[in-house]
Protein backbone atom coordinates (compact mmCIF):
# COMPACT_ATOMS: atom_id res chain seq x y z
CA UNK A 1 0.00 0.00 0.00
CA UNK A 2 1.26 3.38 -0.74
CA UNK A 3 0.34 6.94 0.41
CA UNK A 4 1.60 9.85 -1.21
CA UNK A 5 4.09 8.37 -3.17
CA UNK A 6 5.90 6.62 0.34
CA UNK A 7 5.68 2.79 0.50
CA UNK A 8 4.16 1.81 3.57
CA UNK A 9 3.49 -1.77 4.38
CA UNK A 10 1.00 -2.84 7.45
CA UNK A 11 2.49 -2.57 11.07
CA UNK A 12 5.53 -0.52 9.60
CA UNK A 13 6.07 2.86 9.58
CA UNK A 14 6.98 4.30 6.25
CA UNK A 15 10.63 4.60 5.27
CA UNK A 16 12.13 6.99 3.58
CA UNK A 17 15.92 5.74 3.92
CA UNK A 18 15.86 4.63 0.18
CA UNK A 19 15.47 8.38 -1.30
CA UNK A 20 18.26 9.72 1.36
CA UNK A 21 20.95 7.05 0.88
CA UNK A 22 20.06 8.46 -3.39
CA UNK A 23 21.06 11.83 -2.48
CA UNK A 24 24.25 10.74 -0.18
CA UNK A 25 25.29 8.27 -3.45
CA UNK A 26 25.29 11.33 -5.68
CA UNK A 27 27.16 14.22 -3.38
CA UNK A 28 29.64 11.40 -2.75
CA UNK A 29 29.95 10.44 -6.55
CA UNK A 30 30.38 14.35 -6.76
CA UNK A 31 32.99 15.13 -4.28
CA UNK A 32 34.61 11.67 -6.18
CA UNK A 33 34.89 12.77 -9.18
CA UNK A 34 36.36 16.24 -7.98
CA UNK A 35 38.96 14.95 -6.27
CA UNK A 36 39.97 12.40 -8.91
CA UNK A 37 40.08 15.88 -11.52
CA UNK A 38 41.90 18.00 -9.18
CA UNK A 39 44.36 14.62 -8.50
CA UNK A 40 44.87 14.60 -11.87
CA UNK A 41 45.39 18.40 -12.90
CA UNK A 42 47.94 18.50 -10.05
CA UNK A 43 49.96 14.85 -10.81
CA UNK A 44 50.43 16.37 -14.08
CA UNK A 45 51.44 19.63 -12.76
CA UNK A 46 54.56 18.05 -10.65
CA UNK A 47 55.22 16.09 -13.37
CA UNK A 48 55.49 19.05 -15.91
CA UNK A 49 57.80 21.08 -13.37
CA UNK A 50 60.02 18.57 -12.06
CA UNK A 51 60.62 17.08 -15.59
CA UNK A 52 61.65 19.87 -17.29
CA UNK A 53 63.27 21.81 -14.89
CA UNK A 54 66.85 22.46 -16.38
CA UNK A 55 69.34 24.64 -14.96
CA UNK A 56 72.82 25.37 -16.47
CA UNK A 57 75.75 26.86 -14.47
CA UNK A 58 79.18 27.34 -15.33
CA UNK A 59 81.55 26.64 -12.85
CA UNK A 60 85.62 27.60 -14.03
CA UNK A 61 84.43 27.60 -17.77
CA UNK A 62 82.88 24.14 -17.28
CA UNK A 63 79.09 24.37 -18.32
CA UNK A 64 76.99 22.16 -16.20
CA UNK A 65 73.76 21.04 -16.20
CA UNK A 66 71.46 20.16 -13.75
CA UNK A 67 68.17 18.04 -14.43
CA UNK A 68 66.17 15.59 -12.53
CA UNK A 69 67.61 12.96 -13.92
CA UNK A 70 70.64 13.56 -11.77
CA UNK A 71 68.47 12.34 -8.86
CA UNK A 72 66.36 9.24 -8.47
CA UNK A 73 63.98 10.75 -6.37
CA UNK A 74 63.24 13.10 -8.73
CA UNK A 75 62.74 10.51 -11.22
CA UNK A 76 60.39 8.48 -8.63
CA UNK A 77 58.52 11.73 -8.13
CA UNK A 78 57.98 11.93 -11.53
CA UNK A 79 56.94 8.65 -12.68
CA UNK A 80 54.33 8.23 -9.74
CA UNK A 81 52.91 11.34 -10.95
CA UNK A 82 52.12 10.57 -13.79
CA UNK A 83 50.84 7.03 -13.30
CA UNK A 84 48.49 8.80 -10.58
CA UNK A 85 47.41 11.02 -12.79
CA UNK A 86 46.77 8.79 -15.98
CA UNK A 87 44.79 6.41 -13.15
CA UNK A 88 42.78 9.84 -12.22
CA UNK A 89 41.77 10.44 -15.77
CA UNK A 90 40.60 6.87 -16.08
CA UNK A 91 38.57 7.16 -12.87
CA UNK A 92 36.95 10.31 -13.65
CA UNK A 93 36.00 9.14 -17.22
CA UNK A 94 34.20 6.20 -14.95
CA UNK A 95 32.99 8.56 -13.00
CA UNK A 96 31.17 10.65 -15.54
CA UNK A 97 29.85 7.89 -17.01
CA UNK A 98 28.43 6.19 -14.39
CA UNK A 99 26.48 9.83 -13.64
CA UNK A 100 25.24 10.07 -17.19
CA UNK A 101 23.85 6.58 -17.47
CA UNK A 102 22.35 7.07 -13.69
CA UNK A 103 24.23 4.13 -11.88
CA UNK A 104 25.36 5.64 -8.85
CA UNK A 105 25.68 2.43 -7.20
CA UNK A 106 27.75 -0.71 -8.08
CA UNK A 107 28.69 -3.93 -7.20
CA UNK A 108 31.13 -5.24 -4.55
CA UNK A 109 34.13 -6.86 -6.70
CA UNK A 110 34.08 -2.72 -8.75
CA UNK A 111 33.87 -1.51 -5.12
CA UNK A 112 37.00 -3.75 -4.34
CA UNK A 113 38.88 -2.56 -7.35
CA UNK A 114 38.62 0.96 -7.01
CA UNK A 115 39.28 0.28 -3.56
CA UNK A 116 42.31 -1.76 -4.59
CA UNK A 117 43.53 1.13 -6.79
CA UNK A 118 42.89 3.79 -5.01
CA UNK A 119 44.97 2.44 -1.92
CA UNK A 120 47.92 1.67 -4.43
CA UNK A 121 47.89 4.86 -5.69
CA UNK A 122 47.63 6.55 -2.32
CA UNK A 123 50.62 4.49 -0.79
CA UNK A 124 52.69 5.65 -4.40
CA UNK A 125 51.68 9.26 -4.04
CA UNK A 126 52.89 9.35 -0.36
CA UNK A 127 56.50 7.95 -0.74
CA UNK A 128 57.01 9.41 -3.75
CA UNK A 129 56.79 12.52 -1.72
CA UNK A 130 58.51 11.49 1.04
CA UNK A 131 61.43 10.59 -0.89
CA UNK A 132 61.45 13.78 -3.29
CA UNK A 133 61.54 15.70 0.07
CA UNK A 134 63.85 14.27 1.98
CA UNK A 135 66.24 14.52 -1.13
CA UNK A 136 65.39 18.20 -1.36
CA UNK A 137 66.54 18.73 2.54
CA UNK A 138 69.81 17.49 2.01
CA UNK A 139 70.29 19.85 -1.61
CA UNK A 140 69.06 22.85 0.68
CA UNK A 141 70.59 22.37 3.47
CA UNK A 142 73.60 19.81 2.79
CA UNK A 143 75.08 17.35 4.97
CA UNK A 144 78.68 18.84 6.39
CA UNK A 145 79.40 14.98 8.31
CA UNK A 146 79.34 13.62 5.12
CA UNK A 147 80.73 17.01 3.01
CA UNK A 148 77.82 17.04 1.05
CA UNK A 149 77.66 20.39 -0.22
CA UNK A 150 74.44 22.83 -0.44
CA UNK A 151 73.59 21.98 -4.22
CA UNK A 152 70.65 24.70 -3.59
CA UNK A 153 73.83 27.41 -3.97
CA UNK A 154 74.19 26.70 -6.86
CA UNK A 155 71.38 26.36 -8.55
CA UNK A 156 69.01 28.23 -7.02
CA UNK A 157 66.22 28.31 -10.09
CA UNK A 158 66.53 24.53 -10.59
CA UNK A 159 65.72 23.90 -6.90
CA UNK A 160 62.70 26.44 -6.67
CA UNK A 161 61.16 24.63 -9.78
CA UNK A 162 61.47 21.33 -7.73
CA UNK A 163 60.19 22.99 -4.81
CA UNK A 164 56.90 23.64 -6.50
CA UNK A 165 56.71 20.52 -8.11
CA UNK A 166 57.09 18.63 -4.76
CA UNK A 167 54.58 21.00 -3.21
CA UNK A 168 51.75 20.20 -6.15
CA UNK A 169 52.68 16.61 -5.59
CA UNK A 170 52.17 16.60 -1.68
CA UNK A 171 48.49 18.11 -2.74
CA UNK A 172 47.70 15.68 -5.41
CA UNK A 173 49.13 12.89 -2.32
CA UNK A 174 46.80 14.51 0.54
CA UNK A 175 44.02 14.31 -2.02
CA UNK A 176 44.66 10.66 -2.97
CA UNK A 177 44.56 9.85 0.98
CA UNK A 178 41.16 11.92 1.20
CA UNK A 179 40.01 9.86 -2.10
CA UNK A 180 40.92 6.65 -0.74
CA UNK A 181 38.79 7.03 2.56
CA UNK A 182 35.62 7.75 0.19
CA UNK A 183 36.75 4.84 -1.72
CA UNK A 184 36.85 2.85 1.31
CA UNK A 185 32.88 4.45 2.50
CA UNK A 186 31.77 3.30 -0.79
CA UNK A 187 32.97 -0.42 -0.81
CA UNK A 188 32.12 -1.25 3.06
CA UNK A 189 28.56 0.50 3.28
CA UNK A 190 27.46 -1.73 0.44
CA UNK A 191 28.14 -5.03 3.37
CA UNK A 192 26.66 -2.49 6.06
CA UNK A 193 23.29 -1.76 3.64
CA UNK A 194 23.36 -5.11 3.15
CA UNK A 195 23.25 -6.52 6.69
CA UNK A 196 21.17 -4.38 7.77
CA UNK A 197 18.72 -4.96 5.42
CA UNK A 198 19.20 -8.51 6.18
CA UNK A 199 18.48 -8.30 9.77
CA UNK A 200 15.72 -5.98 9.43
CA UNK A 201 13.73 -8.30 7.48
CA UNK A 202 14.40 -10.62 9.87
CA UNK A 203 13.90 -8.85 12.95
CA UNK A 204 10.29 -7.00 11.55
CA UNK A 205 6.95 -8.61 12.43
CA UNK A 206 5.56 -11.16 10.36
CA UNK A 207 1.83 -11.29 9.14
Not at 77 to 90: D, E, K, P, R, W
Not at 119 to 126: D, G, N, R
Not at 173 to 180: P, Y
Request: aromatic share 8%; charged share 15%; hydrophobic share 50%.
Amino acid sequence: MSYLGVGVSPGKVPVYHGNIMKVIDRRIRVAELVLRCVICGLGVLAAVLVGTDTQVKEIFTIQKKAKFTDMKALVFLVIANGIVATYSLVQSVRCVVGMIRGSVLFNKPLAWAIFSGDQVMAYLTVAAVATAAQSAVFAKLGQPELQWMKICNLYGRFCNQVGEGIASALLASLSMVVLSCISAFSLFRLYGGGSKGENGGRGGPRW
